[in-house]
């Protein structure tokens, strides 16, 4: 193994660590950055895990071939897994993932405040931890979050809401209706929180009304994120408030719950309400052209994926990986990179879809 000291310029530290990884012989190391302090890398060929949640919504299921033909391309052997089970097959994976030598895992979690002890064997394995798009909570055992800005999704969603109300009709008040994702999903909040920053003051001055009263975020959870529990709540909104007052619109947290809001509306004979969505799903998409759905969000997993798979590089070559904040996950403040979400409506889905074939050709 060789040891770069501080002394050694970045040139030919580089010289080195390139000769051991194109070699792929032994371990890099590589002084970091100004600290003095070195950081090692990794076996260029090191087994990644990736853990995933259930295929709740299209950007999962997208992410799995992703990431196994990307690590490959990168020289990684990846073993990349789904939670369809829940919890308990997550931890299970996880401890299995680092049995088998994984040098970094991605956790895309099911529920992130349930995996400490395992995040903690894989502190003592030596194992870098990268939450990948929902933090992981109350353990110390994380090293970097990588995610778009979800606060900013619900932002966006919640002004998105605004708009479209707007738009049908000139003035309020308007009657909405609050979805939020599932309680064992740490992006439920974030998501919540960042549409209410826009919608409280609007529903404050009495330009927005919810009906139902159920305003905050345990009332309007959807439980594992399923599109029937969606639709049998939204079923029930309408028998109970709306029978002699028109819906105006819906925040929806994401696509799937947003079909099933749809579907309940039209069952029940109302006409189609703005309603919010998240994550570019074919279906939702064609919805949007077809002036149902009112709106989504581009948050383009190939480059979540292409982020991710960039930090793993990083940490197998000894580098830092580059982040540009801090989120605090109840324990430590993490290391994190965000991605930039962007709202898509009828209006801007040719451009926002523009390097994306797959979906531009739906806006057509
Ligand atoms: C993701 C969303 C997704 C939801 C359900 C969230 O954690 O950020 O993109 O819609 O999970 O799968």
């Known amino acids: 193994m060789v040891r770069i ?3 050694m310029t970045t040139v030919a530290a580089v010289a080195v660590v390139s000769a051991l990884a194109l070699s792929g012989c032994g371990r890099a190391g590589t002084a970091s950055e100004g600290s003095g302090d070195t950081a090692s890398g990794f076996d260029a060929g090191a087994t990644i895990g990736v853990a995933l949640p259930q295929k709740t919504s299209e950007n999962w299921v997208l992410a799995e071939s992703l990431f196994n033909d990307g690590l490959k391309n990168a020289d990684f052997k990846p073993e990349v897994q789904f939670a369809n089970a829940g919890v308990t097959e997550q931890q299970n994976q996880i401890t299995s993932m680092i049995s088998n030598g994984a040098k970094v895992l991605i956790v895309g979690a099911v529920d992130g405040s349930q995996l400490d002890t395992q995040l903690q064997q894989a502190k003592d394995a030596g194992v870098t931890v990268i939450a990948y798009d929902r933090i992981l909570k109350n353990t110390s055992a994380i090293d970097y979050y990588l995610a778009y800005d979800n606060y900013k999704v619900g932002q966006l969603q919640g002004q998105a809401l605004l708009d479209g109300m707007s738009s049908k009709k000139s ?3 308007y009657n909405i209706e609050l979805f939020a994702g599932s309680n064992d999903d ?8 960042g549409a209410m920053s826009v919608l409280q003051p609007k529903i404050d001055d009495g330009t927005v009304k919810v009906a139902s009263g159920q305003m905050d975020q345990s009332a309007a959870a959807t439980q594992g994120w399923k599109a029937e529990n969606a639709q049998k709540r939204m079923d029930t909104l309408l028998a109970g408030f709306y029978t002699g007052t028109e819906l105006d619109g819906v925040l929806s947290p994401n696509d799937t719950l947003a079909r099933a809001v749809l579907t309940s509306v039209k069952a ?20 949007i052209m077809a002036g149902e759905q009112y709106s989504t969000i581009n948050k383009d997993t190939r480059d979540l994926v292409n982020a991710a798979i960039a930090m793993v ?4 070559q000894g580098n830092t990986p580059q982040t540009t904040s801090e989120q605090d996950n109840g324990t430590k403040q993490v290391p994190t990179k965000f991605l930039e979400p962007v709202i898509v409506t009828k209006e801007n889905a040719a451009e926002a879809y523009a390097n994306n074939p797959a979906l531009e050709a739906l806006t057509k």
């Open 171 to 173: 003035s309020g008040p």
């Open 268 to 287: 029940a004979g109302k006409p189609i309400p703005v309603v919010t969505g998240q994550d570019s799903e074919v279906e939702s998409v064609k919805s």
């Open 5 to 7: 000291t501080k002394t």
């Open 186 to 193: 740490a992006n439920s909040k974030p998501f919540f929180d």
């Open 313 to 316: 590089k990083d940490l197998q």
